[in-house]
């Protein structure tokens, strides 16, 4: 039995809209409007689903973008502030290197100078950087199949065996959670659905919906909710 991590589901207020902007950063093919298709070994889509509820903290993850040389790092930064994007502050120190921009609707990613060797062999998304525990680590490892490729002081990161991002959990204190996460998980199955929900459930997810297209959303150990479905 096994899932895929399929698709990274983002809420927006103007769905097709974000997608454009995501799509002229990453220079992925929009199909449909709003959702992204990769051109690399990301592995997962980017999906923009329409929702009204305001965005009032920080997100539980965000995007760490990759640069193969200094000049990209500075194009890249040009390229989210010509399209909507802008500066913020969350506490970032100079020295740090990093250049930290939200989106048009606010969601935070953090554009990395070249030459750091966590994030080589990954992709243009180097690494979905999350919010939780080392518990949660451990459930994406054996929920994904992934191997675990960090796993000191209590952060944890995870790769696909074919490669591109990694998905990071930074470890105590983790930040108490929203209502509902603005971006999540969709997870796919070729095996039978319900026996993948119990699977995960043995993990220590939580099953807390069924959607009337045959998805299932549970919650992982941390409570960040993500969705099951079989494949189509």
Not at 137 to 145: D, H, N, R, T, V
Not at 174 to 203: F, G, M, Q, S
């Amino acid at each position: 039995m096994s899932v895929t991590f399929s698709a990274l589901s983002f809420d927006a207020k103007d769905p097709a809209a974000l997608a454009r902007f995501w799509a002229a950063i990453l220079g992925w093919e929009v199909v449909d409007g709003t959702e992204l298709v990769p051109h690399d070994n990301t592995g997962f889509r980017l999906r923009f689903l329409q929702s009204d509820v305001p965005k009032d903290r920080a997100n539980q993850m965000h995007f760490d973008l990759t640069s193969q040389v200094p000049e990209d790092q500075q194009a890249t930064v040009a390229r989210a502030l010509e399209n909507g994007g802008r500066h913020i502050d969350v506490g970032q120190k100079p020295e740090e290197g990093h250049v930290v921009l939200a989106d048009p609707e606010g969601n935070e990613f953090c554009v990395i100078p070249a030459g750091n060797n966590f994030l080589k062999d990954t992709a243009f998304i180097g690494a979905l950087s999350s919010d939780g525990s080392q518990a949660v680590g451990y459930f994406w490892s054996k929920a994904l199949e992934w191997p675990l490729v960090w796993d000191q002081d209590e952060e944890t990161a995870i790769q696909s065996p074919q490669g591109g991002p990694k998905i990071t959990w930074g470890g105590p204190p983790v930040e108490p959670k929203a209502p509902r996460n603005r971006l999540r998980y969709e997870l796919t199955t070729a095996d039978d659905v319900e026996a993948e929900v119990e699977r995960l459930i043995a993990l220590g997810a939580k099953r807390l919906d069924a959607g009337p297209d045959g998805s299932v959303e549970l919650a992982d150990p941390d409570g960040n909710e993500f969705t099951l479905r079989a494949t189509r």
